[in-house]
């Protein structure tokens, strides 16, 4: 009996236990349903690296002001290409080109012919935590390219990408190449004959109509624009297959003077204009831009990148360097994952990144490019005193030169090259939708 009695008890232990397996694996199905569900309501930006890889960015969450808070997928195949750390490439993968191999190179950008003796900054690559970013195959690319036009609107960081772009693709682009400007100076081409590739740059560097319009005379004290005027320059972009925006540094000066009399002239002696902060006057003209975006472009033909702010290295102090000095002199990036730039304006890339969501949740098929965290490690990227200066330089620039650096553009071969790596992964893999896993954030999230 004792025997028996045993035996029952663990027939019965047995049976509990497959029932409750039974149960819970029902229950898994249930929540995974209302998850996969709730889910798919969520805007995301997913792109295939290679079978096994994918980069995923929750489109609803603040690309920069709350990184930390932003779900980003480790599960398995998928992670963000946006966060990561630079790494010196042993492969010997970098630099893409040479900087004496480039024939299209601007003086702006050419920091070795004027000076740059250092040559550690080529060698840099960007590592994604948890991928890696696709390999650039120019002859691959030029191929996918043929009888399209890219086209680069914005201010001089974007023409900054385009040459770097152009320098990228020049020598995988058999037969006749010629490089040129038009439209007054504001329209600067490359045209590839043999395989009908455009790859161009606009110049429009408050995307709407601006006192800085000229791309050669737009030196001024004050920012003047007309809120709704971008047709002036938008004629000239509807034909393009690939349109790449960028407009931040433009605006940061902290007051910015909108025309109110549409019949008066940007930067006129008898203008009437509204003086208004910066934060509002970014918010308006990117609603000017976001209005003629959703109602102009053809999303099944063309496709549409808006590139994020990008660092400004003029406070040395901000990665414990000297007081007073910029990034003149700066051999090395910032290793330091936690590391944030003082300078960069916080309110203004908010809007940005709320303005991209809304056109989306629109379903305005609009990606921003989150290039801002990989760029403020770069300090020591900067063009700085190794470019063309069209000015004369002070004596008290001769005496302190860190005073006369641009901390704003970027050498060439560079920096912007890692900006086109990840925007050639955008356009040239295939979406598909994903599982966020909230539990994971990026590297350095719990330091500030």
Not at 100 to 115: M, N, R, S
Not at 168 to 188: D, R
Not at 345 to 374: D, H, M, P, W
């Amino acid at each position: 009996m004792v025997k028996k009695n045993n035996a029952i008890g663990s027939w019965n232990m047995m049976t509990m236990i497959r029932y409750s397996l039974i149960i819970f694996f029902l229950g898994g199905l249930a929540i995974n349903g209302y998850y996969r569900i709730n889910f798919q309501e969520q805007a995301t930006i997913t792109i295939n690296l290679t079978p096994t890889t994918a980069i995923t960015t929750n489109a609803t969450s603040n690309l920069y002001l709350r990184e930390c808070d932003q779900k980003i997928t480790h599960m398995g195949s998928t992670c963000d290409l946006f966060s990561g750390k630079w790494v010196h490439d042993n492969e010997s993968r970098y630099p893409l080109y040479k900087e004496h191999e480039c024939h299209y190179l601007e003086d702006t950008f050419a920091c070795q012919t004027y000076g740059r003796n250092d040559t550690k900054f080529l060698h840099w690559k960007w590592q994604p935590h948890g991928c890696n970013l696709p390999s650039f195959d120019g002859r691959e690319i030029v191929e996918k390219l043929r009888g399209k036009r890219l086209l680069f609107v914005g201010d001089s960081l974007n023409r900054n990408q385009w040459n770097s772009m152009i320098c990228m693709l020049q020598s995988s682009i058999p037969g006749v190449k010629k490089a040129g400007k038009s439209l007054n100076g504001k329209l600067f081409t490359f045209r590839a004959n043999d395989y009908n590739i455009s790859v161009d740059f606009y110049w429009a560097p408050m995307l709407v109509e601006s006192n800085g319009d000229s791309p050669t005379d737009h030196n001024r004290k004050d920012r003047i624009f007309r809120l709704t005027a971008i047709e002036k320059h938008a004629r000239h972009w509807g034909d393009a297959d690939v349109l790449i925006f960028n407009s931040y540094h433009w605006w940061r000066k902290t007051t910015v003077k909108l025309v109110t009399d549409a019949g008066s002239l940007l930067d006129g002696s008898n203008e009437l204009y509204e003086e208004i902060d910066n934060v509002h006057a970014y918010q308006m003209g990117l609603e000017t831009w976001s209005k003629w975006a959703s109602t102009h472009i053809d999303f099944s033909k063309t496709k549409l990148f808006f590139m994020g702010a990008t660092a400004i290295h003029s406070r040395a102090t901000d990665w414990r360097g000297k007081n007073l000095s910029t990034c003149y002199g700066e051999m090395d990036p910032v290793m330091n994952d936690g590391f944030r730039e003082n300078e960069m304006g916080l309110e203004l890339i908010s809007i940005l990144e709320s303005s991209i969501s809304k056109l989306k949740a629109k379903g305005v098929n609009v990606q921003l490019l989150n290039v801002t965290r990989l760029t403020q490690y770069r300090k020591d990227a900067h063009t700085s005193v190794n470019r063309r200066i069209y000015r004369p330089l002070t004596d008290l620039q001769k005496s302190k030169p860190e005073l006369a650096s641009d901390c704003s553009h970027w050498c060439l071969p560079g920096v912007p090259d890692t900006w086109n790596e990840l925007l050639l992964a955008s356009i040239l893999h295939e979406q598909n939708s994903v599982t966020l896993n909230s539990a994971t954030k990026p590297q350095g999230c719990d330091r500030h």
